[in-house]
């Protein structure tokens, strides 16, 4: 059974900084693209950054680059996002996605995990 579970969220002010964990369990992801997305309350869901697993190609939103890193650990299965200078309108659930996917900012990963919640006081 595939799982991908998340951890790392909190509350933090403004301006500071998280780093977000997503630990893959039931098969290896070296080969799929990982995938971190965020909804905050009343938005829809969206794309925030991924990585392709092999060859370690990133992708960012707009609203992120900059502040926010995405980076792999093959050997431990897991995806980190580094979230520094972090603003209110950050505050989401992060969640975590992989799967073999053609646009790795799109929403059609094959695996989701539940979610961990980022809180950014002003």
């Known amino acids: 059974q595939v799982q991908l579970v998340e951890s790392g969220g909190g509350l933090v002010q403004a301006g500071g900084s998280l780093r977000l964990s997503c630990a893959a369990s039931?098969?290896?992801?070296?080969?799929?693209?990982m995938g971190w997305f965020r909804q905050a309350p009343g938005k829809e869901r969206e794309f925030v950054a991924a990585i392709r697993r092999s060859g370690g190609v990133t992708y960012y939103a707009d609203s992120v680059k900059g502040r926010f890193t995405i980076s792999g650990d093959n050997a431990k299965n897991t995806v980190y996002l580094q979230l520094n200078s972090l603003k209110p309108e950050d505050t989401a659930v992060y969640v975590c996605?992989?799967?073999?996917?053609?646009?790795?900012?799109?929403?059609?990963?094959?695996?989701w995990g539940q979610g961990t919640q980022v809180t950014v006081s002003s």
């Open positions: 996605a992989a799967g073999r996917v053609g646009d790795p900012t799109g929403f059609e990963y094959d695996y």
């Open positions: 039931g098969r290896t992801f070296s080969r799929y693209a």
